[in-house]
């Protein structure tokens, strides 16, 4: 079973610049997790889906972030304009609903290491 | 909201040793889960450890939940074993929180 996909790997950019982050779930899949990971800290859920639609955004900083999933399968995460206080590894996770890790197949994507300068 | 802490911050061990991590949380709990970041980032799931005592080859997990903690049991380390373990804890309705981890290093 293919594992949950991240790309870019790295990305480093400079502060005021936009970015943006892809996801593609574990198939058949229906929830999807994107997570900040600041260096020393566990990670933050940033936003959740559940389908297409979104089922808890309480911890996104909506004035400069902003996430989709069309279609309901892939995701994409983008940071417009980018802040030094951006830079951590943006993780991505799936489950196959909402609910514990194991039981429903919950799996980390490798993560996007993102440096702004 | 619920917090979560761990202790140690950090560790190092010598290949052989035993350790225990533990993770304490504020409030009841519905899922505890243990994970192992690797030195490469990918977090890899240990245990789904809500309550009672459950072994995996060298490791084991037990919680408490009546206490509000659990402990994370390594014996015999590895080299391989180094990286970072977080407890994450969910409450009904609520999503995930992660503890701020221990960083385990293994030296050979």
């Known amino acids: 079973e293919a594992g949950v996909a991240q790309s870019p790997r790295y990305k480093i950019i400079e502060k005021r610049q936009s970015v943006a982050f892809w996801c593609n779930p574990i198939?058949?899949?229906?929830?999807l997790y994107w997570y900040q990971q600041i260096l020393g800290q566990g990670p933050k859920l940033l936003i959740q889906?559940?389908?297409?639609?979104?089922?808890?955004d309480s911890q996104l900083p909506k004035d400069r972030f902003s996430a989709e999933r069309l279609k309901g399968v892939d995701s994409t995460l983008k940071i417009q304009p980018a802040k030094l206080e951006d830079s951590a590894v943006y993780l991505c996770?799936?489950?196959?609903?909402?609910?514990?890790?194991?039981?429903?197949?919950?799996?980390f994507g490798s993560g996007t290491r993102l440096t702004v300068v | 909201g619920i917090q979560v802490e761990q202790s140690p911050p950090d560790l190092i061990l010598q290949e052989g040793a035993n350790s225990t991590l533990r993770c304490n949380f504020s409030d009841s709990v519905n899922n505890l889960q243990w994970f192992h970041q690797n030195p490469w980032g990918q977090l890899i799931n240990l245990f789904y450890?809500?309550?009672g005592t459950k072994q995996n080859g060298r490791l084991s997990a037990t919680t408490v939940a009546t206490e509000r903690y659990s402990l994370l049991y390594i014996s015999s380390s590895q080299t391989t074993d180094s990286g970072v373990y977080f407890c994450a804890v969910d409450r009904w309705g609520q999503n995930f929180v992660f503890g701020p981890g221990t960083r385990l290093s293994v030296l050979p």
């Open positions: 450890i809500p309550s």
């Open positions: 996770a799936s489950s196959l609903e909402r609910g514990t890790f194991i039981r429903d197949g919950y799996t």
């Open positions: 889906f559940q389908n297409n639609g979104v089922v808890d």
């Open positions: 198939s058949g899949h229906a929830t």
